[in-house]
């Protein structure tokens, strides 16, 4: 890996840590060769502290690791971006990540709709006379009618989503498995579970 420890006259480079599996940005350091080549060595993160000034390995005194994965380097050479498998919280304020965020996988828009779900699941545990107009909502009324009828709306969804499956029609096979995909969260979310439950498991078996 050629990279460019000169562009910078203290001949350091900004080394960004991101989670191997949640893709969180967890943390940015900096590295020289050195301490580069010790990271190699270890598979153990080591930067170069520009305060201690000296090498540091993170986790050296409170044993949460980051434990190397790889290591790839930007388009100007100067740059690095390190995934890690990171044991224990990696700020020294006791927090998942530098910017007190939790070090949890974002599935992008499936996620915000899992937000969504549970907060209509919410509203199913508030009593009936007590919500709003504008509070009620197909997914509240699944709730309402409890797991047996969830169960059975992505039972229902899943057999079209065979039937368009074997025919031609591009479009409604999609619609059809965005109804399943979205009845399935609800299932998950009706059984205390989230979409990051199935994905450790899928995980694991690979």
């Keep these: 890996m050629d990279i460019d420890f000169n562009k910078n006259a203290d001949g350091l480079v ?33 930067f170069y502290s520009r305060s201690k000034k000296r090498l540091w390995t993170k986790g050296e005194e409170s044993g949460n690791f980051l434990e190397l994965v790889n290591i790839k ?5 100067d740059t690095l971006l390190v995934h890690v498998n990171p044991v224990g919280p990696v700020c020294h304020k006791g927090t998942d990540t530098c910017w007190a965020e939790d070090n949890e996988a974002d599935y992008g828009f499936l996620s915000k709709l899992e937000g969504i779900i549970e907060s209509r699941r919410k509203l199913s545990e508030t009593e ?22 969830i169960a059975q ?16 029609n591009d479009e409604l096979f999609l619609n059809e498995s965005a109804d399943l995909l979205f009845h399935y969260l609800i299932l998950l979310k009706a059984k205390g579970f989230q979409l990051k439950d199935v994905v450790k498991i899928l995980r694991e078996r690979h």
Excluded: H, W
């Design 153 to 168: 709306k992505v039972g229902e969804e899943a057999v079209e989503t065979v039937i368009e499956a074997k025919d031609s």
């Design 128 to 149: 009936p006379d007590l919500r709003k107009e504008n509070e009620s909502s197909y997914v509240v009324s699944l709730f309402d009618n409890g797991i047996n009828k």
């Design 73 to 77: 380097l930007d388009c100007d050479r």
């Design 14 to 46: 900004p080394a960004v840590i991101q989670d191997a599996n949640t893709k969180k940005v967890l943390m940015l350091g900096y590295m020289n060769e050195e301490a580069f080549l010790k990271t190699n060595k270890t598979k153990k993160v080591t």
